[in-house]
């Protein structure tokens, strides 16, 4: 549709001899024709308001409101606007307005000098202005109603509501409607409202949808663990020189008084690849890059509502993008790649599995969304997440939202963020100490002191299967 436009606009420039451009009735900007480069050309050619024009490919309430002032909404034929230069108007202007069934859609400019085209060549162009008009009528219709009929069936409850929705989207699509989509759910989106389906490459449908974004947990009550469970139960701690003699998963990690080497030895029985590991207090170590992070109380730096829409609430864009086969993704991962250009480099795109039809509508944009908030609190799957490869998180995002687990709680506690992503890494590496320690940049007697504070903060043991699945899923699903 772009090179619709860019085809015309260089047709009327051809015809009345001087670069035209076109413009949306809000005035943004869609299509310039191209300057001669062979003749003459000064500063004055693009005055201040047509440079702005181009540039931002918008122009300011003040500027159209000066234009409107010369009845350019109710022409329905050529206007002359003379220079204005204390109003940054270097040169004069024809306008040619574009209309649909008597409706301004939007505007042709052409810079005027005398003694200016005939009224028969201002006739051809007017002509060629009414098919832009037919152009953006049909832009406006398509885009305006794909809108609305996508919006009502993604938000829509399962029952008859969804049903009339999904048939309505499918009356609008007409013969695309039984053909082979993907769902794409890009967030945050900067604006209130949707493209033009025809901006997108393979876009059916777009429109923009209340987001909810990934968020993290409060802090947690007062208190600990049950200090019936786990470590508290298993461990003692004394004074000793942290060599400890027993043989638990962290065993001799005793709570030293003072220092990195600790003054305490733990005790227990076993062979876990913990023992002996004698440290200090928490504030025996540098707070680290975590302090604040992921898992501290109030907003993560990577919620998508770190970027308001315009009305101030997070919006998402859900766009339904037609593929050619089921195991070519790559019309959907376009769109979306060229959405979060327009959207801003904190944005991501979630890619639903491909679906026939319209009729599980919902579940596609389950996937999708599921997958934008999994890849704005994982930043390793993005920034273009497909559901399909989204591992364990598509368990994760489909849990309802819920207060973390009693055992971890304490743990999310902004305080303790360090500990949390410690963890979280100790159990991404399943586990081994030296990988982890590498992973983090820390010594392996650091890491055996978190581990052990960890425990005794949760109550859980880290030796148990069930109690590292635990503690996994939680601090996984806190980032979501």
Request: hydrophobic share 40%; glycine share 12%; with cysteine.
């Amino acid at each position: 549709m772009k090179g619709d436009y860019q085809e015309l606009v260089d047709e009327i420039s051809a015809l009345l001899g001087t670069p035209a451009t076109l413009e949306n009735r809000d005035f943004g900007l869609i299509a310039f024709g191209a300057h001669d480069s062979g003749s003459d050309f000064d500063e004055t050619t693009l005055d201040p308001v047509r440079t702005r024009s181009i540039l931002t490919r918008k122009s300011t309430p003040a500027v159209r409101s000066w234009f409107e002032g010369f009845g350019i909404t109710r022409a329905t034929g050529p206007v002359r606007i003379p220079a204005a230069p204390d109003a940054g108007v270097f040169r004069a202007r024809i306008c040619l307005p574009v209309r649909h069934r008597g409706v301004v859609l939007g505007y042709v400019w052409l810079l005027d000098a005398e003694p200016g085209p005939s009224h028969e060549r201002l006739s051809a162009a007017m002509d060629v202005a009414a098919r832009i008009g037919e152009l953006l009528a049909d832009e406006e219709r398509a885009g305006a109603d794909l809108s609305r009929e996508l919006r009502a069936t993604l938000t829509a409850e399962r029952g008859w509501q969804y049903d009339m929705a999904v048939a309505a989207l499918r009356t609008a699509l007409g013969p695309d409607a039984d053909g082979l989509h993907a769902l794409v759910c890009l967030a945050p989106w900067p604006g209130e409202d949707a493209p033009s389906p025809r901006a997108v490459p393979a876009a059916a449908a777009l429109c923009a949808v209340p987001w909810r974004p990934p968020a993290t947990p409060g802090a947690p009550p007062t208190g600990g663990a049950d200090p019936s469970r786990g470590a508290a139960r298993r461990r003692g701690a004394g004074t000793g020189s942290g060599s400890g003699t027993g043989t638990a998963h962290v065993a001799g990690a005793g709570a030293g008084s003072a220092s990195v080497t600790g003054t305490g030895a733990g005790s227990g029985r076993g062979a876990g690849p913990l023992a002996g590991a004698g440290a200090g207090p928490a504030s025996a170590f540098p707070a680290g890059p975590y302090a604040s992070g992921p898992y501290a109380s109030g907003p993560a730096p990577y919620a998508p509502g770190a970027v308001p829409s315009e009305g101030g609430a997070p919006r998402a864009l859900a766009v339904l993008v037609r593929l050619r086969s089921g195991d070519n993704l790559s019309p959907a991962t376009t769109a979306a790649g060229r959405l979060r250009d327009a959207a801003g480099p904190a944005a991501v795109a979630g890619i639903a599995s491909p679906r026939r039809g319209l009729a599980d509508l919902d579940a596609s944009w389950h996937e999708a969304s599921s997958a934008a908030r999994a890849a704005t609190a994982q930043p390793h799957l993005g920034p273009l997440a497909e559901w399909a490869a989204l591992g364990p998180y598509r368990m994760l995002t489909a849990l309802p939202p819920a207060e973390p687990d009693p055992a971890v709680r304490a743990l999310l506690a902004p305080a303790h963020a360090e500990l949390a992503r410690t963890a979280e890494v100790f159990l991404d590496h399943a586990g081994q100490a030296g990988r982890t320690a590498t992973a983090l940049g820390i010594h392996r007697q650091t890491l055996y002191y978190r581990l052990s504070r960890v425990e005794q903060l949760t109550g859980l043991d880290l030796d148990a299967g069930e109690d590292r699945l635990l503690l996994h899923m939680a601090l996984k699903a806190a980032k979501l």
